[in-house]
């Protein structure tokens, strides 16, 4: 007589279904059951936490490692600001290096001067009694700067940006002409040329 093993494991002498447990036989198998996470539940607070890996429990503070009590770990150190910017200076000085053969001979003994940004906006040029034209940052010692040459904008972050206005001449950062019209940012130590020979090294003062 012929027998057939039912899913379970039966011997059957039918062949459909298991005359043991009456299983069907040549069905499929069943799937084996997915494994579920058990919920974690603190011993000291209650709550449960269904994380597979969790070391502290986050309202008590209860160490599941070590069965400690209330070791909340403290948070992170952030990492260190850099110093905040106070405020913007200028020293304006004549670097007769940057003379081209068009230049006329730099003045002699020109004394550097500092400036300090104060205004959000500040203009650089040349001084002008008709046009009524007071620059903030005045170089009226160089002719080949314009009235309205360029801008200092001081921004709310205090930053400090340089923007070209529509120079006769042109304005260079690091010795790399700017486009006009266009805002770029300042850093400490930057080097701005313009005109003849006139060189401006901008400064940040930072708090101590």
Sequence with gaps: MSTYT??????????DFCSDCGAKIGAP??????????????????TLHFASEIKFCEVCGYNFETGGHGEIPAAPEPPPQPPAILAWELTVSVDPSLRTAESPEAPAGWTPVQIRIVKESS???????????????ALDHDPAVSHRHALLSLQTDQTLALRDIGSSNGTSLNGAEIPPMTDTPLKDG???????????????????
């Excluded at 039912?6 to 059957?12: E, F, I, M, Y």
């Excluded at 040349?126 to 903030?136: D, F, G, L, M, Y």
């Design 29 to 46: 198998a069943m799937p084996a059951p997915v494994a579920t996470t058990q919920p974690l539940k603190c011993p000291d607070c209650g």
């Design 6 to 15: 039912c899913p379970r494991g039966h011997a059957s002498i039918d062949a």
């Design 190 to 208: 930057d080097r701005i040329t313009l005109g003849h020979w006139t060189n401006i090294v901008v400064h940040s003062v930072k708090a101590t």
């Design 123 to 137: 203009l650089i040029g040349r001084r002008s009694v008709a046009r009524a034209i007071e620059p903030e940052v």
